[in-house]
């Protein structure tokens, strides 16, 4: 779960890779805390790149919505 974790998080994938690396970096930190895996620090940090990706894909797709609201305004206006 850890070394999963940390692969989806550094993919991304447009943000999916990024809250499928959350929950297998809660999975994986569960499992490190009951003492059954080691890989703490890989689960921790496939949480972390999950969360830096869902704050990334928030900003990107934020960023693509006013992009498109303002050339569609330009194109109704006739001004572009």
Do not use: P
């Amino acid at each position: 779960m850890a070394i999963t974790s940390l692969v989806l998080g550094i993919l991304w994938l447009g943000g999916l890779g990024a809250v499928l690396a959350i929950i297998f970096g809660a999975i994986g930190m569960k499992q490190t805390r009951e003492g059954h895996v080691g890989g703490r620090g890989l689960a921790l940090a496939g949480l972390i790149l999950g969360i830096i990706g869902i704050i990334g894909a928030i900003v990107l797709y934020a960023s693509l919505a006013a992009a498109s609201n303002s050339i569609d305004d330009c194109i109704n206006a006739g001004t572009c």
